[in-house]
C-alpha cells in the first residue's frame, strides 16, 4: 500500500514551470520535517549561515513578519528543495575515572554522519544517510578487516506527501526513521553529550526497514511505522513485524513558545527466540528564547536480550543561555527494572558557540551507575564510572532550492 502511495505521487504532482515552489527544510537526521520556526532539529538553534550558488540558509520557515499566534505550521511542511546536504560531526576527548584497574583516555569520533536529500518533483524524494560507527564493541580490540571505523547506511528512504484538503499524507518506505527517536530528537540539543534515553539504555532503533504513514490535521500529527524491529544490526530473523504509533499535538505554538506532547505504543518482537519487545510512554518539549528541554517517560516489556525483563525509563534534558554565545545544558536517564536493579546516566556541560550554533565547543561531565537486573545488559556502559569530556560538535546544512 504505501509502495503504492508513493508512486501515486510521483506521476500525480506536477511540477511548477520554472522553480518549485518554496518550502522550508527537511532535517536530514531525523528524515522528518523539523517543528517550529527556523530550528534546526540537530541543535535546537537556527542553523548556520550557508554558502554557494542558490542556497537557502534559513532552513526553518520563511520570515513573514508576522508573529505566529495560531497553529498554522505547527508542523514543518514536506521540503520540495532540489538537494539537501547535512554533515554531523561530533569529537570527543575523553578521560574516564573507574572504580577499579586503570582510568583509560581516549580520542573518539563519536558521531560521523553525511545525509542528502533529493526532491523529484513535488511531493515526491528520496533521501540516503550514511554514518561512520566503531567496527569493534566499546572496549574491542577487534575489528572489521582491521578497521577501527566502517560506514553503514542508517537511512534510505522514498518518501511521497500530498494535501487532502487540511490533511497532510506523508509516507515513506525504506530504511525509515523510527517514528519515536525522530520526534524525540526533533529539538534535543544536547546530542552531543548523549543519545535520548529510549536510545542509549532501552537500545531503541533510531531507523529500520519499515514502511511509515503520517497524517497532520493543525495542531495534531499521528504516525504508525511497520518494520522489522531489528534496526541497523540484523536483517528480519522471524517471521513478526514491529508496529509502532505516535501521536503529537502542540498545543501552544506561537513566535516565541512552542510546546509539543506525544503519545506512543509499540509491539513486536526480536531475534528468533520473539524476544518481546513492547513499549508505551509519552514526551513533552518546551522551546522559548530563554530555556528550552523535554522529557520522556515509557514503559518497557522486554529488554535487550531478556523478554521478561520490565521496567521504567525517565528521561529529562535542559538548555539555557548564560551569557554571550555561551550556554548551560544537563540531562539524565534512568531505567528501573520491576526485579530491582537500577542503570542510570546523568550529567552536565557548559560550551560556547564558536561559529554560530553549527559550531559548538563544550566541557562536560558523564556520570554511569548500574546495579541488580541492570548490570548484565549486553553492550551498556560501564557498571560505575564517571567520564570528563571535550566535545567539539559540527552540524552543517546546506539546501540547493
Known amino acids: 500500500m504505501i509502495a503504492l502511495f508513493l508512486f501515486y505521487f510521483s506521476i500525480a504532482q506536477v511540477p511548477d514551470a520554472g522553480q518549485p515552489a518554496p518550502g522550508p527544510s527537511v ?10 520556526r527556523s530550528v534546526s532539529s540537530d541543535t535546537g538553534q537556527p542553523p548556520p549561515a550557508a554558502t554557494g550558488p542558490s542556497v537557502r540558509s534559513d532552513i526553518g520557515q520563511p520570515d513573514t513578519g508576522q508573529p505566529d499566534t495560531g497553529h498554522a505550521g505547527a508542523f514543518e511542511p514536506f521540503s520540495n528543495a532540489r538537494l539537501t546536504v547535512e554533515l554531523e560531526l561530533y569529537a570527543q576527548g575523553r578521560w574516564t575515572a573507574v572504580k577499579t584497574g586503570d582510568d583509560p583516555t581516549e580520542l573518539r569520533l563519536d558521531r560521523g554522519e553525511l545525509g542528502a536529500r533529493v526532491g523529484w518533483v513535488q511531493g515526491a524524494a528520496a533521501e540516503l544517510r550514511v554514518e561512520a560507527i566503531r567496527s569493534a564493541a566499546d572496549g574491542g580490540a ?15 528512504q522514498l518518501l511521497g506527501s500530498h494535501e487532502l484538503g487540511p490533511v497532510t499524507m506523508d509516507g515513506a ?12 530528537e526533533n529539538g534535543y540539543s544536547v ?21 511509515q504513514v503520517r497524517a497532520a490535521y493543525g495542531p495534531v500529527r ?13 536483517p528480519e530473523r522471524n517471521t513478526g513485524k514491529t508496529t509502532t504509533a505516535v501521536a503529537e499535538v502542540v498545543p501552544v505554538h506561537t513566535a516565541d513558545v512552542r ?3 506525544a503519545a506512543m505504543g509499540r509491539d513486536g518482537s526480536l531475534g528468533p527466540a520473539l524476544v518481546r519487545d513492547r513499549r508505551a510512554g509519552g ?26 525483563a520490565q521496567g521504567w525509563l525517565m528521561s529529562g534534558w535542559a538548555e539555557a543561555p548564560i551569557a554571550a554565545r555561551m550556554f548551560a545544558a544537563a540531562r539524565g536517564s534512568t531505567l528501573g527494572f520491576d526485579g530491582g536493579g537500577r542503570s542510570s546516566t546523568f550529567g552536565g556541560a557548559v560550551g560556547v558557540n564558536a561559529a554560530g550554533p553549527g559550531l559548538r565547543l563544550w566541557l562536560a561531565v558523564d556520570r ?19 567520564t570528563v569530556l571535550v566535545i567539539a560538535s559540527a552540524i552543517a546544512p546546506y539546501v540547493f532550492e
Open 368 to 386: 554511569v551507575t548500574t546495579s541488580g537486573d541492570a548490570m548484565p545488559i549486553a553492550g551498556g556502559d560501564a557498571g560505575d564510572a564517571t
Open 27 to 36: 532535517t536530514s537526521d531525523t528524515g522528518q520535517p523539523a517543528p517550529g
Open 222 to 234: 499521528v504516525s504508525a511505522s511497520i518494520g522489522n524491529g531489528e534496526g541497523l544490526a540484523f
Open 142 to 156: 577487534l575489528g572489521i578487516d582491521g578497521d577501527t571505523t566502517v560506514i553503514r547506511v542508517k537511512r534510505a
Open 283 to 308: 514526551a513533552a518539549t518546551v522551546m522559548t528564547p530563554y530555556v528550552r528541554g523535554g522529557g520522556e517517560v515509557v514503559r518497557a516489556w522486554g529488554i535487550g536480550d531478556v523478554g521478561a
Open 191 to 211: 546530542k552531543p553529550l548523549s543519545r535520548t534515553g529510549s536510545e542509549r539504555l532501552l537500545g531503541w532503533p533510531t531507523s529500520d526497514l519499515a514502511a
Open 173 to 184: 518506505i525504506g530504511f525509515v526513521p523510527d517514528p519515536w527517536i525522530a520526534m524525540l
Open 259 to 261: 510546546v509539543a506532547l
